[in-house]
């Protein structure tokens, strides 16, 4: 009798630890097809213009590339640089290079690299926590490619050869 017992006992405890793996199983392919979702749409992510205007970033139209920079990255200046003198092949393509440093510092990365004013070519602003919440810790360039239905082609964290970009545009 206290044989059934304890074969019953191990039984339940068995089936508890399979059911339990099985639940948190499931629940890690849950979160990590939410995250797959999250990373291949348009990042919720709100910028501010030089003019003082905020856009989200999740509502931009048309094949895309965000390139998140600091003015003073030696990587950053060189991938800058690079799409410059590569602008005509992102002539199908809007730009929006986004940092967390104050607008004045952008506006003159822009001027330096012969970007300002460039039709396709924007400039933005946003805060660190931002782009740890949309990004997670990234390397300085990192750069993203959308279609225009919002979905993320390629994904550069740090500095890239622009041939390699070239190849997804």
Do not use: W
Request: glycine fraction near 4%; proline fraction near 4%; hydrophobic fraction near 35%.
């Amino acid at each position: 009798m206290k044989l059934n017992k304890l074969r019953l006992h191990l039984n339940t405890v068995f089936l508890f630890i399979i059911i339990q793996s099985c639940t948190s199983s499931g629940n890690k392919d849950n979160t990590h097809s939410n995250s797959t979702t999250v990373q291949n749409d348009l990042p919720q992510l709100v910028v501010t213009k030089p003019d003082g205007s905020q856009l989200n970033v999740r509502e931009l139209t048309g094949k895309t590339v965000l390139i998140l920079f600091q003015p003073d990255c030696d990587h950053c200046q060189r991938e800058a640089q690079a799409i410059q003198e590569n602008i005509s092949a992102f002539n199908s393509y809007t730009l929006y290079f986004i940092t967390t440093t104050p607008h004045q510092e952008i506006e003159t990365f822009a001027r330096e690299y012969k970007l300002a004013g460039l039709p396709n070519v924007h400039f933005c602003q946003t805060t660190s926590q931002s782009i740890l919440d949309n990004f997670g810790p990234i390397d300085a360039p990192s750069l993203y490619i959308f279609s225009s239905d919002k979905k993320l082609i390629k994904a550069f964290n740090g500095e890239t050869q622009i041939n390699e970009i070239l190849r997804y545009i």
